[in-house]
Nanobody, 121 residues
Framework: VQLQASGGGLVQAGESLKLSCTPS????????IGWFRQAPGNERQFIAT????????YYGDSVKGRFFISRDSATNTVYLQMSNLRPEDTAIYYC???????????????WGQGTQVTVSS
C-alpha cells in the first residue's frame, strides 16, 4: 500500500487544518487508516484511526474533541480535520495503514511520507 498524505502547513493557534491521506497500490483497501504525529525529540504519537468496514473511529486523548477523522468510501481517502490547533500540535503528521484494529505504530505496516503541521502562538 502506498499512502500519500497532504494538507499540512503553517497556521496560528486556534485555526484549523484538514489533512488528507490517499492509499493506492495493490492492496489499496487496508483494514484501517490511522494518523500519527511526531515532534522533534518525541516518540511517534497516535492521533486517530478509522476502520474501513464500518467507519468506526478511535482517538488519542490529546486530540479528543478537537480532531475529527473521516473517510470517503468512494476514493478510500481518509481525512483528519484539526480544529482549535495549539502550538503543541506542531509535528510531522503521518498516515498509516493497518491490518487490524490497533493504535500501536507496530500494527501499521504501511506509512506515508508525512506532512508538516506548524502552529504558531
Amino acid at each position: 500500500v502506498q499512502l500519500q498524505a497532504s494538507g499540512g502547513g503553517l497556521v496560528q493557534a486556534g485555526e484549523s487544518l484538514k489533512l488528507s491521506c490517499t492509499p493506492s497500490g495493490r492492496t489499496a483497501s487496508p483494514y484501517a487508516i490511522g494518523w500519527f504525529r511526531q515532534a522533534p525529540g518525541n516518540e511517534r504519537q497516535f492521533i486517530a484511526t478509522i476502520r474501513k468496514s464500518d467507519g468506526s473511529t478511535y482517538y488519542g486523548d490529546s486530540v479528543k474533541g478537537r480532531f475529527f477523522i473521516s473517510r470517503d468510501s468512494a476514493t478510500n481517502t481518509v481525512y483528519l480535520q484539526m480544529s482549535n490547533l495549539r502550538p503543541e500540535d506542531t509535528a510531522i503528521y503521518y498516515c498509516a495503514a493497518s491490518t487490524g484494529w490497533t493504535i500501536k505504530p507496530t500494527g501499521f505496516p504501511w506509512w506515508g511520507q508525512g506532512t508538516q503541521v506548524t502552529v504558531s502562538s
